[in-house]
């Protein structure tokens, strides 16, 4: 039988956006090349060259947030902040999803103002990245996170990781949210156009409000799965 719970629930993921290369620092930049220029194939090191700088985006260092979605579980409502440099709103009421522009900065406080009332968080693969990226960006930023929600790792009270929990903390393969929605019947999040790999092209072509679009469809299906973890793997 389901775990059932009267506590809020959210669940939440972040889009990313790296920066420039050429932004950083020429130290900097010889860290993150340190592996290509040890390259004597020039067309190894060109795609050794190219791969470091598609993964700033992962790095709070290089990166900032772009996009955070929440689901509201006992609400069943979704929220999606969205960089922007006015203020702006719209909902889709058959989805019952609002969306909302804000300064990145804005954004992290809003994001910390809801987990300090929020007793347990439900990421897909958030111990790894979407956290760690918050917490750190938040201090980049001078704000204090409301809850280290970076706690005991074996434990699901406040945090349920769910690639951490389908996984069996490592002990099967890790696949991406992706191929569970597959293969649990859930509609993915991922399209031809739009996928978590595309975000950059999206931003660089101005189009932030189809990465918030996609972001709140992460968070839905990141609910689904969540749903299966709760009935069927929460004993």
């Known amino acids: 039988m389901a775990k059932q719970s ?31 220029e040890k390259e004597k194939d020039e067309q190894l090191k060109a795609q050794k060259t190219l791969d470091a ?34 203020e702006e709103e719209w909902s889709v009421e058959e989805k019952n999803i609002s969306y909302k522009g804000l300064s990145e900065e804005e954004m992290i406080k809003s994001f910390w103002r809801i987990i300090e009332v929020t007793d ?5 693969n958030g111990r790894n990245f979407d956290i760690p990226f918050m917490m750190i960006r938040s201090a980049m930023l001078g704000i204090k996170p409301s809850k280290n929600l970076m706690g005991y790792r074996y434990e699901t009270k406040q945090h349920v990781d ?8 490592g002990v099967t393969k890790r696949f991406n949210l992706d191929f569970y929605c597959h293969a649990f019947g859930i509609k993915s999040p991922k399209t031809k156009e739009v996928s978590g790999m595309e975000v ?5 072509a101005g189009k932030i409000k189809e990465i918030a679009i996609y972001c709140g469809d992460d968070i839905y299906a990141t609910y689904r799965l969540f749903k299966i973890w709760n009935d069927y793997l929460n004993l």
């Open 6 to 36: 009267k506590t809020r629930q959210i669940v939440f993921d972040i889009e990313t956006y790296g920066c420039k290369l050429t932004e950083l620092a020429e130290s900097q930049q010889e860290y993150l090349l340190r592996e290509a």
């Open 53 to 86: 700088e598609r993964f700033l985006s992962l790095y709070p260092l290089t990166a900032k947030v772009v996009a955070i979605g929440i689901y509201d579980v006992n609400k069943e409502k979704s929220y999606v902040y969205f960089e922007s440099d006015k």
């Open 120 to 124: 347990q968080v439900i990421t897909f």
């Open 162 to 169: 769910l690639l951490e929990q389908f996984s069996f903390y």
């Open 200 to 204: 950059k092209n999206l931003y660089e």
